[in-house]
Every structure is written in C-alpha cells, then in structure tokens.
C-alpha cells in the first residue's frame, strides 16, 4: 500500500520516492551465490531500522546441485514493513534473479507490476539452456509487464574487486552483495549494520573484507547514480510494544526455550539427537551455550539418541531431542519406552515434506497422525505445536512444564517454515515467565514406583537414592509396586491410566480463544504453522464484513476442554492445513463436525490470498 509520494535529487536526475506500508523482497540465485546471506542481512537491517519483519528462507535439498539447474536455486524472501506482519507475503515486489535459473523457477511469484532486477552477465547461452529457454527472456518480450532492470553484476562485481588479489572465483562470491547494495539503495536501507557485519565476519581476511566492502558500496552507489532507477521506495518504523528485540528464528527460539526451562527449574539440559534437516539448527544453536549447563549429545544414529535421553530424564536431567519425520520413525521404539517408563522428556519434530527422504528442506504438516498413533500399542502422548517462530520459545518451556508435572514424554510439532523463518522477538521479563519445578523423593522405606499423585504423575525417583530402588524397562510393570507383570486386568488398567493422564493434562492448559466474534458463518481452525495466513486472511474477510472467525490449536492432544463448544457456535467450519486432512479427521472423530478441509501439499505454506479465496467460495463473499 503506497502512503506518500515525494521526489528528491539522486546525482544529476530527479527520483520519485515512494512511501510503502511494507514490501516483500526476494533474492534467488545459485545455492553458491549467497542468496540466504544476503537476505538475511537485508532482514537484520530492516530489524535494526526498526520494520516488523519476516522471512522465507528456500534453499535445494541437494548439498550442491549442478550449477546453473533448477533443482540448484536457493531464495530468500523477506517482508518488511510498518506494521505488523504475520506473513513472509504472498507476490513479491523485487525480485532479484541471478542467473536464468532462478529467474524461471520464481518469476511467476512476482507482482505483474513487480521490480525485476537481473544478473544479465549469467543470461549466457550455456545457463539459457541448462535453465531450459530456448530463447533469452531478456530478449523477448516474455518479462514486459514487469519493470526489468538488466544489470552486469558480474562485470561490475569485478570491477569493484579488481584490486583486492583475490582469486577470480573468490571475487565470484562476493556479487551477492553487489546485489544487496542496489537493494539497499532502493529502499533507502543504511549499509552500516552490514559493513558492521563484514568487519567482524573477516577481520582476519582483510583483503576478503575490503572486496565485499567494495562491492557493497558500489552496488549502493550504483543506484544512486545509474539512469535506470529513477523510483525510490521508503517503509516507516513499525510501532511495536516498547521492549528490547532481537531476530530470532524457530529453531533459535526452540533452543532457547529448552535452555530457559531447565534454568527455570534449575536442572541440566541433556539434548540428544542425530543431525537432520531442518532440525539441525536446534542441535548447533544449544552447542553455544554449555555455560548454561547444557550437554549436547551427538549420537551415531536416531535410534542411539533417543535412547540417550530416555537415560538422561531417568537420571534426572531435562532431556530432549529433535529430528524430523524420517528420524521420528526411527525413534519411535525408544519413545514407546520413554511412555512405558513415565519419564519426562521433550521430542521435537521440525516436521518436513515427505514420505521418506521427500522434500528434506521443503516444509509440511504431515506428521500429526504420525505423533499421535505413530507407535506400536496404545501409547499416548501429549503433542504440542508452535504457531510463529517466536512462539517456539513459549512451547519449550510448556512442553518441559507439562512432561514434568505429568511425568510423560511431550511432543512438539515445528515445521521447516517455522524454523527456519525469522521476526522480531520481544525478548521476556525472566520474571514473566512460568514457574517451573521438578522434585524428587528423597531417601526412604515407603517408596513405590507408580504411586501416583492427583495428576496422575509418578515420582521421579533419582538412581542411586537410598531406598529408592526399582525396576526399570519396556516390560509392562504392576501398578504402584512397579514390579514387571503379566497379568491381562493389570494391563489393561496401566493402559487406561496412562491414557487418562494425558487426557488431564487438558485441565491445566488454557481456553481455546477465538479471534473475532464467537458466533457466526465460519470459524477456520487452524495448527502449527498456518496460524500467520489463516489470521491474515480472516483479517482481510472481516474488513469486508464477512461473519468468519478463526481459532489455532497449540495443544493437540489433549486438546482444549471447550474445543468442542466452540466448533458448535459456528455454522461451517475450515480447516486450512499442509497435508491431506489429518487435523480434519480428528475433528471430525472426536466432536462430529462435518468440518471441512482445505489442503495444500506442495511443500510450500499457504500464501494469505489462497485462504482468503477459500473463505469467500464458502460464504459467497456476501457480507454479514
């Protein structure tokens, strides 16, 4: 949405500057072009400057794809703006194509009035060709309709490096900010949080350091003087909450929320795990912090890990691990001990596009039938799932709250898109956050294994206390006394019970809220990564006097106690979800409301726009 219009003096022309409300950036390339470096400073700038920001990382599965394909382009897109965002967007504004192939693979997600900039030294005959044109878009009048800017990047790359000594491959690296700097010139974006950046990055290269010094500045300053640009954009601070901020993305946050919640009952954070895609940030992020007495633990394979923590929470530490679907599988019979065994610990699935190996970097919500029932016998557990990046924080610390007061492994479902996208995160009042504690029995005669208290909760004895000896394992035990039993009756009541814990659990999460009216046309109910779009879009349906509301579920199982009674205040309701309709059929089982799904499998998150166009084919577009 423009806001003002002005014009200024650029070198010797006149320059219309353009107020926006936001605007959504896109950087693509090659994955050795630094597409994800470059959007990731253009966020840090825009944070620093004061815009609500977030972002879109898209990068190949392949650890290095054939240069110049289409499976090899990395993107990265950013929106920024001066109000708040609960979306990386929809259709991009700018759009920065670095060779043929990532202009092909993104160019349909530019606005048709959109800025496209290209890297016209990379439109050669052999990238034309690997990208799959016949003839030069450049050249055909294909890209008309939107506003093409052709710029020798490459050349002019060089020529701002030509007197660094580096080697002409290394040089190569450096254009991606040869390309941030025409960015930054067209947003009126400052450079000095980047040069910032490159100082400290390189300060042992120097020679490194003044090449990406140089091109930055001559990109920035070759918008400044070219003919070519002759429109400036602008975007205002966004008025935010008062605090202190910082940039964090899912995986961080998740991270920090472990930490945070083994501080908070001053506890060992144990985290076990094996590396995977997109978990593995999780992995690397907590490695930084040992000062905060975390032990991170990278076992030979998922089996291994997760075996790890089940012997960290038996020992008494706070015990966690992350992976993604493909690593779920594996883990699946330790996690079955862990729900034997009623210990606490905390298993994040940063969930991907699947089956199988699938789309490792590609993001989905396929996983919930998986967390639920993906174990043999009756094992429940709690699943929790985050609904922003920022929010996985939160989740961390509930997930460890409700695995210790309830003695019982917790589940959390992040998806690709959660972890690897970025916002601001309003950084908490450590005395605002929830009280968290763990206690233990301290040595004594009476002691039983499964005695349990008012939740349900066995004790968590600590191995090595005087009088506190019991048996352990996967074999079903007798209850109260613990000791490995056979019979049928017993059986059958342990099941029972341990299902009935989890079903208590729902006593000491919050209400389901609904945002917007509480009655009405439609209600779309929503999980996990969806909660931005879904919100935007009944946002924008509720301007134009639609009766739809919206609810998001961060408890799955159980679920809120009044689920229920809000679906029955509705007529209709939509379940926008990334995969075939797994929320939808335990809506429909559990509360028997003919709901109705909206699925996307495509290893993308819902754009804003397609969750709108749903709700008015569902009402009619006729307002209320």
């Not at 020529?159 to 290394?170: F, P």
Request: hydrophobic share 40%; proline share 6%.
């Amino acid at each position: 949405m423009v806001v003002s219009t002005q014009t200024k003096n650029a070198g010797q022309r006149q320059v219309k500057v353009v107020g926006l409300e936001s605007t959504i950036v896109r950087f693509c390339g090659d994955s050795g072009d630094g597409m994800q470096l470059a959007g990731t400073q253009l966020t840090n700038t825009s944070a620093i400057f004061g815009n609500d920001v977030s972002t879109l990382p898209d990068f190949p599965s392949e650890i290095r794809a054939p240069v110049g394909t289409l499976a090899g382009v990395s993107g990265f897109q950013l929106a920024f703006g001066s109000k708040k965002l609960r979306t990386p967007g929809d259709q991009v504004d700018v759009l920065v194509a670095m060779n043929p192939a990532a202009l092909k693979t993104n160019i349909e997600d530019l606005n048709a009035d959109g800025t496209l900039i290209v890297n016209e030294d990379a439109f050669t005959g052999g990238n034309l060709a690997k990208a799959g044109y016949e003839n030069n878009p450049l050249e055909t009048g294909e890209l008309d309709k939107y506003h093409v800017f052709r710029i020798p990047i490459d050349k002019l790359n060089t020529e701002a490096c030509k007197d660094s000594g580096l080697t002409g491959r290394t040089v190569g690296r450096c254009k991606n900010f040869f390309a941030l700097g025409v960015v930054y010139w067209l947003y009126g974006r400052p450079m000095e949080p980047t040069l910032d950046w490159i100082s400290a990055k390189f300060g042992t290269k120097p020679a490194v350091a003044e090449a990406n010094t140089k091109t930055l500045k001559a990109g920035y300053y070759y918008g400044e003087t070219t003919e070519i640009f002759t429109v400036q954009y602008t975007v205002a601070p966004a008025k935010i909450e008062a605090g202190r901020y910082r940039k964090l993305t899912g995986n961080e946050a998740m991270a920090l929320g472990l930490i945070a919640a083994a501080k908070l009952a001053n506890k060992s954070l144990f985290y076990g795990t094996y590396p995977i895609t997109p978990a593995s940030d999780i992995l690397h992020e907590l490695a930084r912090h040992k000062n905060y007495d975390v032990r991170t633990f990278q076992a030979e394979d998922e089996i291994a890990a997760m075996a790890s923590v089940v012997g960290a929470a038996f020992a008494g530490a706070f015990a966690a691990t992350g992976t993604s679907g493909p690593g779920l599988a594996l883990k699946s019979e330790a996690i079955g001990l862990g729900i034997m065994t009623e210990l606490p610990m905390v298993i994040i699935n940063v969930q991907r596009g699947g089956p199988s190996t699938g789309l490792p970097t590609k993001t989905e919500q396929a996983d919930l039938g998986q967390a639920i029932w993906g174990r043999n016998g009756e094992a429940p557990m709690c699943v929790l799932a985050p609904q922003s990046p920022g929010d996985c924080f939160d989740i961390a610390i509930e997930a460890f709250r409700i695995a210790v007061d309830y003695m019982t492994p917790v589940m959390v479902l992040s998806d690709g898109y959660l972890a690897n996208g970025a916002e601001p995160w309003k950084i908490p009042d450590v005395s605002s956050l929830p009280k968290l504690t763990a206690t233990h029995p301290q040595a004594g005669n009476d002691f039983h294994p499964y005695q349990r208290d008012a939740k349900l909760a066995r004790p968590w004895a600590i191995p090595g206390t005087t009088g506190l000896q019991h048996r352990i394992g996967g074999l079903e035990k007798s209850d109260i006394i613990g000791d490995v039993c056979y019979d049928p009756k017993n059986h059958e009541h342990m099941i029972r019970t341990r299902r009935e814990k989890i079903d208590k659990i729902a006593e000491s999460i919050p209400p389901l809220e609904v945002f917007g009216e509480t009655t009405g046309e439609l209600l779309l109910l929503g999980w996990g990564g969806t909660y931005g779009a879904i919100t935007a879009a009944v946002e924008n349906a509720q301007a134009k006097g639609l009766s739809v509301s919206s609810a998001h579920l961060r408890h799955l199982d159980p679920m809120p106690k009044n689920t229920g009674e809000v679906l029955s205040r509705f007529k209709k309701v939509l379940i926008p979800e990334l995969n075939m309709g797994q929320l939808l059929m335990l809506i429909r089982a559990h509360f028997l409301v003919d709901a109705i799904g909206f699925n996307k499998i495509q290893g993308k998150p819902f754009m804003i726009c397609e969750i709108e166009n749903k709700i008015e084919e569902i009402l009619g577009n006729k307002p209320r």
